[in-house]
């Protein structure tokens, strides 16, 4: 398999920056972005090398109009915009996006380091339309005070769940990407008992603990992303963040996927458009403001798109 991005596969840090931005003329600046791409290994490389200790990585991701500008005559099979959703008092956005950017460390300075390069390389030929810097909350936890991604792939089965292989050959070690920014409804939230939040997220706060028996609603969170297939349950791997201030506050989402079916499948079940008249009861406390879909290529397909 080709050699994937260096930021898809390790557990995420304490530390997290996601850059998004819009191409101005893409046909005019197609070349200029490009090369810009293709040389973000070696930027980040040397944003790295300042610290080796803060383990900063970095995976850049195009968005699938962009794609079609900068690689007109080979595209990855599943490659889709994001399908906005309107479920009457849920929606979820597609803001889209041309680039995104996607840096790790222990260290936020280096990870604003790097993305300044990469924004000043990049000049005016872009605009910056989403700008999230995350971070490790007390012991790994959303700031609903849960502990985020207790059933994310470890280890092996990260790579497994995330890069593509055999079935799209010309983009094996690449990988689709799923992106929302959620604001959390924190005040709400607070009013819950923590019997009721533990029943709306479907795990114990204290050790994330899954419940069992009637104590598992439903709606429970994770009973509607948990969804299995001839007895096998689909995964993405997760690189979520908790981001804000005191004033707005919420969580970025991302995932790294084989194919974005599965994240599709996951927010029909979330937003209650499945079928099954059910829905997320964590969506009540909860609002996605953005979305958008990438891909990011393999380091060699990364370089070919440096070459136009």
Known sequence: MAQPQ??????????????????????????????????????????????RRARLVCTASIGPEFWGVLSPGKRPAGLRPFKAIDAGALSAPNTGGDLLFHVISTRHDLNFELASRLRAALGG???????????????????????????????KARAAVALIGAEDKAFAGGSYVFTQRYV????????????????AVGRRKRDSKELSGRAKLPTAHIGRVVIEEGGK??????????YGTVSEAGLFFIAYTKTLDTTEKMLARMYGTAGDGLRDRLMDFTR?????????????????????
Request: no cysteine; aromatic share 6%; glycine share 10%.
């Open 233 to 242: 349950e689909i995964e993405i791997v997760r690189h979520s963040f908790p």
């Open 6 to 51: 260096s930021g898809i596969v390790p557990e995420p840090s304490a530390s997290a920056l996601f850059l998004i931005l819009r191409v101005r003329d893409p046909e005019a600046n197609r070349m200029a972005v490009g090369g810009v791409l293709a040389q973000t290994p070696r930027l980040a490389a040397k944003v790295a090398a300042l610290d």
């Open 125 to 155: 030929r872009v605009e910056v339309t989403e700008e999230v810097h995350g971070f490790r909350y007390l012991d790994g936890r959303d700031l609903t005070g849960f502990i985020d991604g207790t059933a994310n792939p470890k280890g």
């Open 288 to 308: 996605a403001v953005s979305g958008a879909t990438f891909f990011a290529p393999s380091l060699r397909e990364l370089s070919r798109l440096g070459r136009g």
């Open 184 to 199: 959390h409804d924190l005040t709400g939230w607070s009013r819950l008992s923590t019997a009721e939040q533990e029943g």
